[in-house]
């Protein structure tokens, strides 16, 4: 069998990556941020009760006037209720012309529509406990992979799993897509999964590594083979959470999208960071602090 040889072109590898966070950091500029959704930046949610099942573009079209870029979705179990999220606060009046559109379109009552406000607190403590997950995961898997291998794993780990979240962000910033809480459900998600892939690469490499302890070791060719030998694990993980995910974007709510589509971005870049960043990463360090 052929041995492919990852680590030859890996300045073409971190050169990909840095293409691409380059775009994302360009996005972010000209689009002043990201898209914070309600979760962070606060607005209005709006519950009615219809009473039967309905297109969600009958309720875009009653709610395009106030904000078109509201998010819709169904609810309940008979998919008879709605859920519309806007980062805009309706005053009494505005709440009143809602009520009415919806009482004219489905002859509801009043009493069937509520009105829930989250203030720009509530957002910023959002924000702030996702920090705090996201520093808990990064230290967390730090100090596991550092004692399970040693502090270079560690470290190559940990700027992998930067990477990924960074081409994650790059996504929500060119595609526009609304950061609420499910982003950083997505996050997590993508971090374990991430880690998880690499700990796999990293384990074979160990393991070689104890194998070739009585002679010289060429860790370029170490890692190649390493990568050659998860190779086929790498992939075919990859692409069963692929499928099932691409069955959620294309099948799934808006809602279900929103969260489906950086998940499938963030699959990816971790199949492409495990494999080739965070080993190549790993013999850069090990050559650059050496083993005495």
Request: proline residues 2%; contains cysteine.
């Amino acid at each position: 069998m052929k041995t492919i040889d990852f680590m030859g072109p890996r300045k073409i590898w971190f050169g990909i990556s840095l293409a691409l966070l380059a775009v994302g950091l360009i996005f972010l500029i000209i689009n002043g941020g990201l898209n914070l959704g309600m979760d962070f930046v606060g607005g209005s949610s709006i519950h009615a009760t219809i009473g039967k099942t309905f297109d969600v573009s009958e309720i875009r079209e009653i709610m395009d006037k106030y904000d078109p870029e509201a998010t819709i979705t169904h609810a309940g179990q008979n998919k008879d209720q709605v859920i519309v999220r806007t980062k805009l606060s309706f005053d009494n009046e505005k709440r009143a012309e809602i009520i009415k559109a919806f009482s004219d379109k489905y002859s509801i009552e009043s009493n069937n529509i509520s009105f829930e406000t989250i203030g720009p607190t509530v957002g910023k403590e959002l924000a702030m406990q996702s920090l705090i997950a996201l520093l808990l995961a990064f230290t967390g898997i730090m100090v596991y992979v550092s004692f399970r291998f040693e502090w270079r794993f560690g470290l190559a780990s940990i700027a992998a799993l930067i990477h990924d979240v960074a081409i994650m962000i790059t996504a929500y910033a060119v595609f526009r897509i609304p950061v609420n809480g499910t982003f950083i459900a997505a996050l997590l998600t993508i971090i374990g999964y991430s880690i998880n892939a690499t700990i796999v690469v990293f384990d074979k490499i160990r393991e070689n590594i104890k194998s070739e302890r009585s002679r010289k070791i060429d860790y370029d060719s170490l890692v190649n083979l390493s990568l050659n030998q998860t190779l086929t694990r790498s992939i075919n993980t990859s692409l069963t959470t692929l499928i099932t995910i691409f069955a959620l974007y294309f099948l799934g709510v808006p809602a279900i999208k929103d969260i489906a589509f950086p998940m499938i971005v963030g699959v990816v870049s971790g199949c492409y960071s495990s494999v080739l960043i965070a080993s190549p990463l790993w013999v850069m360090l090990r050559r650059r602090f050496k083993v005495s």
